[in-house]
Nanobody
Framework: QVQLVESGGGLVQAGGSLRLSCAASGRTFSRYTMGWFRQAPGKEREFVAAINWSGDSTRYADSVKGRFTISRDNAKNTVSLQMNSLKPEDTAVYYC????????????????????WGQGTQVTVSS
């Protein structure tokens, strides 16, 4: 059974930084694209960032490009999201997600293509 457990959320002032981590278990982590999504109150869950199975390709939403960095450690089965220059509009519950296709050639942003999800971690950015 695949499990994804996020950590690292919290309250931070605008302009500050947070680092989210996601620990994965239950399948061969190093074969799959991993992503981060977020959901603000009253809004749909949206794509934030993705990293391919080997860690040498990444993709970001335009709203976070240049501020957020996704990375992974396949030896430790973890994926992280470093968030800098945070803005109040970054406030949301952040979810770690695992894509369904092993060794995928394309980094997908569609949430329905991610089969595995963590429970989410709250990030609140105050102005």
């Amino acid at each position: 059974q695949v499990q994804l457990v996020e950590s690292g959320g919290g309250l931070v002032q605008a302009g500050g930084s947070l680092r989210l981590s996601c620990a994965a278990s239950g399948r061969t982590f190093s074969r799959y694209t991993m992503g981060w999504f977020r959901q603000a109150p009253g809004k749909e869950r949206e794509f934030v960032a993705a990293i391919n199975w080997s860690g040498d390709s990444t993709r970001y939403a335009d709203s976070v490009k240049g501020r957020f960095t996704i990375s992974r450690d396949n030896a430790k089965n973890t994926v992280s999201l470093q968030m800098n220059s945070l803005k109040p509009e970054d406030t949301a519950v952040y979810y770690c997600a695992g894509e369904r296709t092993a060794y995928a050639l394309v980094l997908v942003t569609t949430r329905t293509l991610y089969d595995y999800w963590g429970q989410g971690t709250q990030v609140t950015v105050s102005s």
